[in-house]
């Protein structure tokens, strides 16, 4: 039997996930990388996608993360993230909709800031709804 990977994914709500996986793929800020047990220790910021668990040959999971950090150390993985959301909980209708208000706060907007954060949502809602693809 191949070695596993322990596995924590938290967000400052709850512990999302503690388990052992083969492989667990990261969307890390300069891109996604996989995981597997004896991985050289790392640690890398994430950027905001989707963190895939992988366990018996099949992706067994998938959790959405808008942000955080990742450790890979010898021991496993450990994942802090700023908000997770099982992409099974996502739902599609929803999204749509906040895709849609912060298309209008972008075109409503009266200053840079404003601007910035409704870009900002923009891209984090067009992520989102990539992963309920």
């Known amino acids: 039997m191949a070695d596993k990977l322990a596995l924590e994914l938290v967000s400052p709500e709850r512990l999302l996930v503690s388990a052992e996986a083969d492989m667990v793929v ?12 004896g991985h050289a220790p790392v640690i890398s910021s994430v950027r905001p996608g989707v963190i895939e668990v992988h366990d018996e040959g099949k992706e067994t999971e998938r959790i959405f ?7 890979v150390m010898a021991q496993g993985l450990t ?18 909709q906040r895709l849609k208000d912060a298309e209008e706060d972008l075109e409503d907007a009266e200053t840079d800031e404003a601007a910035h954060k409704a870009q900002a949502k923009i891209a984090l809602v067009s992520e989102m709804l990539k992963a309920v693809n």
Do not use: K
């Open 79 to 96: 994942v802090l993230a700023e908000e997770a959301i099982p992409v099974a909980e996502m739902d599609r209708g929803d999204l749509e």
């Open 26 to 37: 990261v969307p890390g800020s300069e891109g996604d990388f996989g995981v597997l047990a």
């Open 65 to 71: 993360i808008t942000g955080g950090f990742a450790e």
